[in-house]
Nanobody
């Protein structure tokens, strides 16, 4: 059974940094797309960054460009999200997601991912 477990969420001051981790276990066909999504109260879950594992290209949501970086450690089966210069608007529950469907372009929408973690809370105060 595939499991994705996020960690690293915390409460921080604006301008601070966090690194989220997502440990993946269980059988899974080779991933084609991985991503991080954010959900805040009263909003839909939205893509923060997604990455094509074939060529390691990434797409970032405009608000996080230049501040967030996705990476992965294949040996540890772990996906990371480095978050710098955090802003109150970054507050929310962060979920990692993965999918093994062969695609040319990874989706920024949650419908493109079959496997999800339980989320880790990030709270940024001003």
């Amino acid at each position: 059974q595939v499991q994705l477990v996020e960690s690293g969420g915390a409460s921080v001051q604006a301008g601070g940094s966090l690194r989220l981790s997502c440990a993946v276990s269980g059988y899974i066909r080779p991933w084609t797309c991985i991503g991080w999504f954010r959900h805040d109260v009263g909003q839909v879950r939205e893509g923060v960054v997604v990455s094509n594992t074939g060529d390691d290209t990434a797409q970032y949501a405009d608000p996080v460009k230049g501040r967030f970086t996705i990476s992965r450690d294949k040996a540890k089966n772990t996906i990371y999200l480095q978050m710098n210069s955090l802003e109150p608007e970054d507050t929310g529950m962060y979920y990692c997601a993965a999918d093994s469907t062969i695609r040319n372009v990874c989706s920024m929408g949650e419908g493109g991912y079959a496997y999800w973690g339980q989320g880790t809370q990030v709270t940024v105060s001003s």
